[in-house]
């Protein structure tokens, strides 16, 4: 398979992770695992229901009601920027 | 004192032959010692650590103690824990200082624990050697030229040299098996959904999983028994009953049936490793198990589909960290999107960004049928070789990991590095239960020996275990520069 630049780019978008020209050669190698993907591509897996978890197990759901008490304070306190209970970012909206 | 089992170390604690602050202090000072060469430790909690070994030094002396009350444990960076730094072994962590307890670390302190301090990690749990850590690597005990194994490098090379008794760690792909292995102490990850997931930084969200670091198969009974058990904050905590582990230690092990996977022992493997697997094999013969050949007939695609799966969590479980809520801020941003991309590309070790742009690739438009649906596809096959080898036998053995302690930046190629995982995965990817304990040494480096067990079957797991280091020493030796 090929990974070309422009999909390295592309996926370093998708992932926000900032890609800079001399970086690319640096993620070429995930061609390689990719490449190991090619093992069980062709599996005979028709009937066979994917596995996104080992248990038969369900979400569980409880009652619609309040149990958490506001903690905004104590929980802001690991953040770097924020003001009257808002995280500060870059203007988005201009 | 530091050559004690936690075993021991209570016995001597409720006959009041020391003090839990006695005991406190001599490790910390085992660690301000020792910590500068091993780099086992991130942080150190000893102001903390001595108020705790008070504390339970009173429980103990108005005889309301525990079998764990006032035994110092160590924590692996990826608990949180309350007012302490949790770094996960990461620049974008490394100001993070947890608002709340992880459930784990709760009911270790409610047993009485005393917490020594945070010990090293590969970043975000991604790794098999402690190289891929922002505090730098962690040296082997056994030799300083080699690594301990990872992710959970730090607590398995702080057991080992004996700064501390025992020590979390957790285990994705064999984070905590493969370094038990590599460093010559006893490490078990629990069934998937065990032990509680909440407060644990999340890697790979079906794969992860809590469990111990020790001396002793004994010594992982008396923390799993603490730390095992449902927890409503955990949507993935399975509730199944936690039996107690200790009671069943001594069963015998008369017509137990033991599986040998016949791909776990393939021409490949190094034959010295295969010698101390099987020697330790037929000690559990002697013991009255019956050895039977089997196989799991998918084994050489556990590394592939793993190697889908994990990243594919992995990058969704790492896009919370945005520069906003928390950890670290990129300064200067031109706008909201260059926040987020020059916060994760400087703050995020190379590995980890690997993992995430691999990840990315794999559930993006286009390749998500092709690679990770079919990958948990393959995962349920993989899964069905296990349940089938169940119905056989009672219990799997082969090595843990197919070399002993490597060199540093001896496996510079990724894919190398990955296939250490060979033999630990498979039971990841089938949420199973496994432990590694030592069987051998070859050049003076540890060899580890795994077994895998049915779904919640630790019980069984952590028996055999026991009566395998009744009869053998490996498990009590201390590298020679730590004794």
Known sequence: MTLTP??????????????????????????KIIELAEKFKNVDTSDVHPMAHPHNITQRLRQDIVTETNQRNKLQQTAQQTELGLYLVPTVIE | MYNKTIT???????????????????????ISKYNPLLNAFITKTAEQALEAAKQADQMLAANRA?????????????????????????????????PYDATAVTKLNTAGTVLLGKTNMDEFAMGSSNENSYYGPVKNPWNLETVPGGSSGGSAAAVAARLTPAATGTDTGGSIRQPAALSGVTGIKPTYGRVSRWGMIAFASSLDQGGTITQTAEDAALL???????????????NHPVPDFTTTLNNPLKNLKIGLPQEFFTADLDP??????????HNLEKLGANLVEITLPHSEL????????APAECS??????????????????KNLQDLYECTRADAFGDEVKHRIMLGTYVLSAGYYDAYYLQAQRVRRIISNDFTTAFKQVDIILGPTSPTTAFKFNSKKDRLNMYLSDIFTVGSSLAGLPGISIPCGTIDNLPVGM????????????LNVAHQYQQVTTWHQKIPPNFM
């Open chain 2, 66 to 98: 525990g079998p764990l009350t006032g035994i110092p444990i160590a924590h692996k960076d990826i608990f949180c824990t309350q007012g302490i730094k949790t770094s996960c072994g990461s620049n974008m962590l490394d100001n993070f200082i947890a």
């Open chain 2, 450 to 461: 795994q077994l895998i067990g049915a779904a919640f079957n630790e019980a069984l797991l």
């Open chain 1, 6 to 31: 422009a999909e390295i780019i592309k996926i370093g978008l998708l992932a926000r992770i900032k890609i800079t020209p001399t970086d690319i050669e640096k993620y070429a190698d995930i061609k």
């Open chain 2, 302 to 309: 556990t590394i592939p589909v793993y190697y889908i799966i």
């Open chain 2, 8 to 30: 021991e170390l209570a016995k001597s604690l409720h006959k009041k032959e020391l003090s839990s602050y006695e005991l406190t202090t001599h490790y910390l000072n085992r």
């Open chain 2, 316 to 333: 969704s479980n790492l896009a919370r960290y945005d520069g906003i809520r928390f950890g670290y801020r990129a300064k200067n941003p």
């Open chain 2, 224 to 238: 799993l028994n603490a730390m095992c058990g449902f927890d409503p904050k955990d949507s993935t905590s399975v």
């Open chain 2, 272 to 281: 010295k490793i295969g010698d101390a697997i099987l020697a330790a094999a």
